[in-house]
């Protein structure tokens, strides 16, 4: 396993290796509960892609997770923040992925409430700085994973959430979730960024 930090080291693999696989896929927040279900998926069924697993292991994140893959020729792990323009910028250059898979994000509820800025620097900075370096590097595909919190609450006679269902989040949390997701379809329409929306249901 290749364990990347702020700086980009040569360490573990031979990166002339991945030359010869056919796609890069980043994935952020891969270490997290669902991220790391996506590495894991995409590590074992698609041997031919290089999968990058870009976590900062918060209380989120877990190389535990992971550790089934942590040693296959197609895996790199890598510790850093996607909130440091620097280092995603450096990922990018190191790595050029054809495509990015973002679950990266501050998640919970009552910890929205209690430091709600956290969640604004992470969710929707984070998210910016991502969407910058997608356009920057002409990234083929964005999957941005959001959550299903971004329409509000639901009583128990209200009828189910579908895709038109207005944004009427009630948490610091959803909010910024929110803000993400209006900046993913922005940067999409104004720079013409090939992007899926996917809100999942918890």
């Given at each position: 396993?290749?364990?990347?930090?702020?700086?980009?080291?040569?360490?573990?693999?031979?990166?002339?290796?991945?030359?010869?696989?056919?796609?890069?896929?980043?994935?952020?927040?891969?270490?997290?509960?669902?991220?790391?279900?996506?590495?894991?998926?995409?590590?074992?069924?698609?041997?031919?892609y290089h999968i990058i697993n870009l976590d900062k292991l918060t209380y989120c994140g877990d190389l535990e997770n992971v550790k089934e893959v942590a040693h296959s020729e197609n895996y790199t792990f890598i510790k850093g923040d996607i909130c440091d323009t620097n280092f995603l910028k450096n990922v990018f250059e190191e790595y050029t992925p054809n495509s990015v898979i973002h679950l990266a994000a501050e998640s919970h509820v009552d910890n929205s409430i209690d430091n709600p800025n956290i969640f604004i620097q992470t969710n929707v900075m984070g998210t910016c700085n991502l969407l910058n370096m997608?356009?920057?590097?002409?990234?083929?595909?964005?999957?941005?994973?959001?959550t299903d919190e971004v329409y509000g609450a639901l009583?128990?006679?209200?009828?189910?959430?579908?895709?038109?269902?207005?944004?009427d989040p009630k948490s610091p949390y959803s909010a910024s979730k929110a803000a993400s997701d209006h900046f993913v379809?922005?940067?999409?329409?104004?720079?013409?960024?090939?992007?899926?929306?996917?809100?999942?249901?918890?």
């Open positions: 396993m290749q364990v990347v930090s702020s700086v980009l080291l040569d360490t573990v693999k031979d990166k002339n290796m991945y030359m010869t696989l056919d796609k890069t896929i980043l994935i952020t927040g891969g270490a997290g509960f669902i991220g790391s279900h996506v590495v894991k998926r995409f590590v074992t069924q698609y041997s031919n997608v356009n920057k590097y002409g990234v083929e595909r964005l999957y941005h994973v959001s009583g128990m006679d209200d009828a189910p959430f579908i895709e038109t269902t207005p944004y379809s922005a940067f999409g329409n104004q720079f013409t960024i090939n992007y899926g929306l996917m809100l999942w249901l918890h």
